[in-house]
């Protein structure tokens, strides 16, 4: 799936399947994206925008690393999948149904900035 991917220096890895038109986003604004989840070990969907319909609105600075170093170089219309290493995730603590040590994907859609 990461075969073409692109491989930042936190080895965080990223392919676009659609290169977006707008602005990137600076860690001192908000988003809007859709997003889904899942565990890099064996596909389990952890938690999906896309599932509920709605989508979310947060602080570049206010998610885990992997999350805001994948979106702060996409641009607004955008979809990307993100490959985030356990160490710009959760690590060794985990949350709720992400495990210690998880490795996890992000299909994201970034779809607003303010």
């Given at each position: 799936m990461?075969?073409?991917?692109?491989?930042?220096?936190?080895?965080?890895?990223?392919?676009?399947?659609?290169?977006?038109?707008?602005?990137?986003?600076?860690?001192?604004?908000?988003?809007?994206?859709?997003?889904?989840?899942?565990?890099?070990s064996n596909g389990r969907k952890f938690d999906s925008s896309v599932d509920r319909g709605q989508p979310a609105?947060?602080?570049m600075n206010g998610?885990?690393?992997g999350f805001s170093e994948g979106l702060s170089t996409m641009k607004v219309g955008g979809k990307r999948t993100v490959y985030i290493p356990s160490a710009l995730g959760y690590g060794p603590r985990g949350t709720g149904p992400i495990?210690?040590?998880?490795?996890?994907?992000?299909?994201?859609?970034?779809?607003?900035?303010?």
């Open positions: 990461m075969e073409n991917a692109t491989v930042t220096e936190s080895g965080l890895k990223y392919v676009d399947e659609v290169v977006g038109t707008g602005d990137s986003p600076r860690m001192d604004q908000q988003v809007t994206v859709h997003y889904t989840g899942k565990l890099a609105t947060f602080p998610v885990i690393k495990p210690p040590n998880a490795d996890l994907i992000f299909e994201l859609e970034l779809i607003s900035i303010s």
